[in-house]
């Protein structure tokens, strides 16, 4: 009877009931992608590293998980003692540049970076032929409407030439040749970023002690370890942020619940009275009301997770090509208890207020 009641009090104000779950799932959809889009990028940025076929990776002296601070100075000599090590079969450098925008070009030594990580998939055109040629991987090609044969110009002067577009997946978006790009940034001899390959898995430990003990002062890691390394829980940045937005998305919901119930009350308040005439008692009374609540937090749960499709496709369409929002399954009922507990608060006020309404008085509201 109770959950009828809950059902019918919902269904008699309609419009309302729907403005209140789509503002609650205005907020799930908030926290879902946040989280997806972290993740999204994050994951982007692990599964290119993979993509480089490396099992260590060296960086830039007081470099960080996300940026690198600078270059590896004279990092084609430092390459060189790396590559006489025992048990390292390949080894190359790149040089990350920066474009603006969050985004950069990666340079490298093409024969270099197949041999170790088996190439590229081309999907449109082929390798380098001249010092301004530039391949992009397909989200950037879709994303700019390019193709292979295209001009591009990316801001600083300087005209590139599109001879590829690749699968991606493979270091960056933006790949030109090492020596050109050198060139062009006055970084003659620096690198960004040392791979190397071991030539047996066995023997990568040994390998990473042995460039350890080389290499003092710079960040050296498996892939494993910098994989896991990327990640929400050790990016303070993205985990800070995160956690903001949860903090408005529960700031959120328990404001949309409040209003909306604290209007229920006022509205029914010769409904409760009457209810109280019946022998209902205080705690009933909260009952209908916190039910009601709890159900405008499934709903407006399912509708968040809904509109995340929603969101997905819109940061596909019209965000940077370097965004990407993932659909996080696991939040889903992270968001969901969210809510929930925004709604909770929300409706505890208003219920406490109906709750100790005196019969008579409720009775003779207009």
Not at 54 to 65: E, G, L
Not at 240 to 268: C, D, K, N, P, S
């Amino acid at each position: 009877m109770i959950y009828r009641l809950v059902w019918e009090n919902l269904k008699h104000r309609p419009v309302r009931t729907f403005l209140s779950a789509i503002f609650i799932g205005i907020s799930v959809t908030l926290i879902l992608t946040i989280v997806g889009l972290s993740r999204g990028v994050l994951d982007d940025v692990r599964e290119r590293a993979r993509g480089s076929g490396a099992d260590i990776v060296i960086r830039p002296p007081m470099s960080t998980v996300l940026a690198f601070n600078g270059n590896i100075a004279h990092g084609e000599k430092v390459l060189a003692l790396v590559r006489r090590q025992p048990h390292v079969a390949q080894a190359t450098g790149t040089l990350i540049q920066s474009i603006g925008n969050f985004q950069s070009i990666t340079g490298i030594n093409l024969d270099e970076f197949n041999a170790m990580s088996g190439g590229f998939h081309y999907l449109e055109g082929g390798p380098f032929q001249s010092p301004d040629d530039l391949m992009v991987d397909e989200s950037y090609a879709d994303s700019k409407k390019l193709h292979a044969g295209d001009p591009l110009d990316l801001g600083n002067g300087k005209k590139w030439h599109i001879c590829a577009v690749v699968e991606p997946g493979k270091l960056s978006q933006l790949i030109a040749q090492l020596k050109p790009l050198q060139e062009m940034y006055s970084a003659t001899g620096d690198v960004s970023v040392i791979y190397v390959k071991a030539d047996q898995p066995a023997n990568i430990q040994g390998v990473l002690a042995a460039l350890m003990e080389l290499l003092d002062g710079y960040p050296i890691y498996t892939m494993e370890e910098l994989a896991n390394l990327i990640s929400i829980d050790n990016v303070s940045l993205v985990k800070g942020f995160t956690q903001v937005v949860i903090g408005i998305a529960i700031i959120v919901g328990f404001l949309v619940v409040l209003l909306t119930m604290y209007t229920a009350v006022l509205e029914r308040t010769r409904e409760i009275g009457i209810l109280k005439a019946l022998g209902a008692s205080p705690g009933y009374i909260l009952g209908i009301l916190m039910r009601e609540a709890i159900l405008l937090a499934v709903c407006g749960s399912l509708a968040g997770i809904v509109m995340t499709y929603g969101s997905q496709f819109l940061v596909h369409k019209f965000a940077p090509p370097f965004l990407r929002q993932a659909i996080v399954y696991d939040w889903w009922p992270k968001a969901a208890a969210i809510s929930l507990i925004g709604a909770v608060l929300g409706a505890i006020y208003p219920g406490l207020k109906a709750a100790r309404q005196d019969a008579i008085e409720a009775l003779s509201y207009d």
